[in-house]
């Protein structure tokens, strides 16, 4: 039988091959992970995320009630200016005829307003329409009393001025008026001081 010297060649390569640890072998590359962050670094990013966050949150909703509290804002004065001038108005043509009442109304944003007769700047007419503002605040809220000095009646008409007094006597809250001309408003007062009465008519 003949040996094939290529089996002994093909042998000898199959033994003499290098081993995967001897210094012939191949190099690989290695990838390297990102080396992940300190965690007191991550907390500290996470607190500044969250913060943001609630910021934002904040912002957001401090817009939506600024826009409610305008909203509210804003139908709170209709109702005001729509009361105040029909109460206005109804005092108005008691105490005269030939006078336009006076006109309360507001801005767009509430932060001013504007009262005045829109046809007479006189001063009789003037303290006539404050006269009667103060006579309609007092009808539409609670406050319990109101007072008035003569000077506020000194420049309106005597019989305005009278019919002016007739309405502060109708009320059932405490009135104080003080003024000068009584002799001149005797007849238009009525009868004072009766028991249990808590109008007062005092002279200065």
Do not use: C, W
């Amino acid at each position: 039988m003949h040996s094939d010297p290529n089996a002994d060649q093909l042998a000898f390569e199959v033994d003499g091959a290098p081993t995967p640890n001897e210094s012939s072998a191949p190099s690989t590359s290695t990838v390297t992970e990102p080396s992940a962050p300190p965690s007191s670094s991550a907390s500290a990013l996470d607190a500044l995320l969250n913060e943001y966050r609630a910021r934002a949150t904040s912002e957001r909703a401090k817009g939506t009630l600024f826009e409610e509290l305008t909203r509210l804002r804003q139908s709170a004065l209709i109702d005001v200016k729509s009361a105040m001038n029909a109460k206005l108005i109804e005092l108005n043509d008691i105490v005269t005829s030939d006078q336009q009442p006076p006109v309360l109304s507001f801005k767009q944003d509430g932060t001013t307003y504007t009262f005045e007769s829109p046809d007479d700047k006189g001063s009789g007419v003037a303290d006539k329409d404050l006269s009667l503002f103060d006579l309609a605040v007092f009808n539409l809220t609670p406050l319990p009393v109101i007072i008035h000095d003569s000077v506020l009646f000194n420049n309106i008409e005597k019989d305005v001025a009278g019919k002016l007094l007739e309405l502060h006597k109708q009320s059932t809250k405490q009135v104080f008026i003080a003024f000068d001309r009584r002799a001149r408003l005797r007849r238009h007062i009525g009868r004072r001081d009766r028991e249990g009465d808590q109008r007062h008519y005092t002279r200065p």
